[in-house]
């Protein structure tokens, strides 16, 4: 019979107490106070500037206030008069809306037709994409929107063309017909962000994709349409859903070209502007409150349809 030895350990070597981890452990305690430290700034600034106002926002919004008076609670009071009492409400929700769903779609065809232009290879590419960004970086800005209502005036560079060519053109920004048009415009015009992203996008497809679709006889409209639109459709939706967002919360330019009103016959009234008018003309911050949360569900919530819709038209290299 074999016998088998097994080496037992003595008991005062079952836990040998790591060299040390004591030191360690109060290393470690006194970055992480360290990094507190350095948070708590940031931290405050979230509480007060950022948390704070979200929840006083959405008390005022049950509440008659109108900064010159003590908050009164009228409960749903606000939210029932938006969609029952207050035509222009429904009117800068359809004017938006009319705005989101032309402006976007536009916007995105031409940086995605831009972005396929400068991916071919140009020399001084650099220098090209960042004349193509300057649109994104000025076209919110105050200067830019009183350009452009010089530019669409009775008299402005717009009908100055068209006079050349004999025609007589109308104040563009003047028209209830073309006004929102020429808002839609510089919208298109701020093309620069989504390209850039865009041509980042193309540049991630691999050329042997192409090279094996040539081989194969396709055309430029098939690889498009098979390989190049595919592949970008996660960059796609990543512009959609940003334009998207800054569209519904669009504000200086409406407000410049209108002269602040949302004019003419409320052509131009933005949600963004109505709410500014009736919290900061009219006093009636308690409604504007109101106007902003619905504001923020109805852009969450066509943030989330866009999410549920994704997995029937994104692609993803990993799916299949």
Do not use: C
Not at 171 to 194: E, K, R, S
């Amino acid at each position: 019979m074999t016998e088998v030895s097994v080496a037992v350990k003595p008991p005062h070597a079952a836990k040998q107490p790591v060299r040390g981890g004591h030191r360690s452990t109060k290393r470690s305690r006194r970055e992480a106070r360290a990094a507190y430290l350095f948070l708590a700034p940031w931290f405050a600034g979230l509480l007060i500037i950022t948390i704070g106002p979200i929840f006083a926002s959405l008390y005022l919004s049950f509440t008659d206030y109108s900064l010159l008076e003590e908050a009164k609670w009228v409960g749903f009071d606000n939210y029932v008069k938006m969609f029952t009492e207050d035509p222009r409400f429904l009117a800068s929700l359809k004017v938006t809306t009319v705005y989101v769903i032309v402006s976007v779609p536009l916007q995105l065809a031409f940086a995605l037709a831009l972005a396929l232009v400068l991916d071919r290879g140009l020399r001084g590419l650099p220098i090209y994409r960042s004349i193509f960004y300057l649109p994104s970086l000025l076209g919110g800005s105050v200067a830019i929107a009183i350009l452009w209502r010089k530019v669409f005036g009775a008299e402005g560079l717009v009908n100055a063309v068209l006079a050349v060519f004999g025609i007589q053109g109308p104040g563009w920004v003047g028209d209830p017909d073309t006004a929102l048009g020429t808002l839609i415009l510089l919208h298109v015009w701020t093309f620069g962000a989504p390209m850039i992203i865009f041509l980042a996008g193309l540049r991630q497809i691999p050329s042997s994709y192409y090279e094996a679709a040539s081989v194969d006889g396709a055309g430029p409209l098939r690889q498009f349409r098979s390989i190049t639109l595919p592949l970008l459709t996660p960059i796609i939706f990543f512009n959609l859903v940003l334009e998207l967002i800054k569209s519904f919360q669009s504000f200086t330019q409406a407000f410049i070209v209108s002269g602040g009103k949302g004019g003419p016959a409320d052509s131009t009234l933005f949600y963004t502007l109505y709410l500014y008018l009736q919290g900061f003309k009219n006093y009636d911050m308690g409604y504007a409150a109101a106007m902003a949360w619905v504001l923020l569900l109805i852009i969450a919530g066509l943030t989330g349809v866009n999410f549920l819709a994704s997995k029937y038209w994104v692609f993803y290299g990993d799916t299949k």
